[in-house]
Antibody, heavy 114, light 108 residues
Framework: QVRLQESGPGLVKPSETLSLTCSVSGGSITNYYWTWIRQPPGKGLEWIGNIYYGGGTNYNPSLKSRVTISVDTSKNQFSLKLSSVTAADTAVYYC????????WGQGTLVTVSS | EIVLTQSPGTLSLSPGERATLSCRASQSVTNSNLAWYQQKPGQAPRLLVYGASFRATGIPDRFSGSGSGTDFTLTISRLEAEDFAVYYCQQYGSSLQSFGQGTKLEIK
């Protein structure tokens, strides 16, 4: 059974860097696309970007200058870093596997506030 | 970047009725790489349909997808109480994926 679990701080200060990790169990991270998606409170879904192990990354053009997605095969995890955050980055952040996304994490709420 | 526009924004129907949700792309979606997701409050989205018309594992056959090019449809043949939720289309034919803004299916 494939499971994904997001983890990281629930509160980040403006101008700082948001860092989240997605831990994968029930399967190897050395295959598939691995994706981050977010959803501001009461709003729709926004694709942040993805990474394919052994391949490259793709980022949403609106976030590209601030986003880095990476994979840690030794821990079977992948990560998201979003720099220079503002209140507009407050959202539930999801990680997902595949293309399209068959498996999702439960999501984690990150609030940007001082 | 492909922009997806869903209509209607809100659809009010009764259990037992048929629901038709639309998703229009700003340019042709490669290989009909279009998916539909269902999202209920407080939950992660669930994959319903991929490749425009293939039901994901465990999805009831009352859900069906159709379309190609720039116009796609999700049909729910006979609504059940559990189907009232928000539905999103998503294209993955491009290296830059994107979602529609969602259709809220509510009980009339």
């Amino acid at each position: 059974q494939v499971r994904l679990q997001e983890s990281g701080p629930g509160l980040v200060k403006p101008s700082e860097t948001l860092s989240l990790t997605c831990s994968v169990s029930g399967g190897s991270i050395t295959n598939y696309y691995w994706t981050w998606i977010r959803q501001p409170p009461g709003k729709g879904l926004e694709w942040i970007g993805n990474i394919y192990y052994g391949g490259g990354t793709n980022y949403n053009p609106s976030l590209k200058s601030r986003v880095t997605i990476s994979v840690d095969t030794s821990k079977n995890q992948f990560s998201l870093k979003l720099s220079s955050v503002t209140a507009a980055d407050t959202a539930v952040y999801y990680c997902a596997r595949g293309l399209p996304w068959q498996y999702w994490g439960q999501g984690t709420l990150v609030t940007v506030s001082s | 970047e492909i922009v997806l526009t869903q209509s209607p924004g809100t659809l009010s129907l009764s259990p037992g009725e048929r629901a038709t949700l639309s998703c229009r792309a700003s340019q042709s979606v490669t290989n009909s790489n279009l998916a539909w997701y269902q999202q209920k409050p407080g939950q992660a989205p669930r994959l319903l349909v991929y490749g425009a018309s293939f039901r994901a594992t465990g999805i009831p056959d009352r859900f069906s997808g159709s379309g190609s090019g720039t116009d796609f449809t999700l049909t729910i043949s006979r609504l059940e109480a559990e189907d009232f939720a928000v539905y999103y289309c998503q294209q993955y034919g491009s290296s830059l994926q994107s979602f529609g803004q969602g259709t809220k299916l509510e009980i009339k």
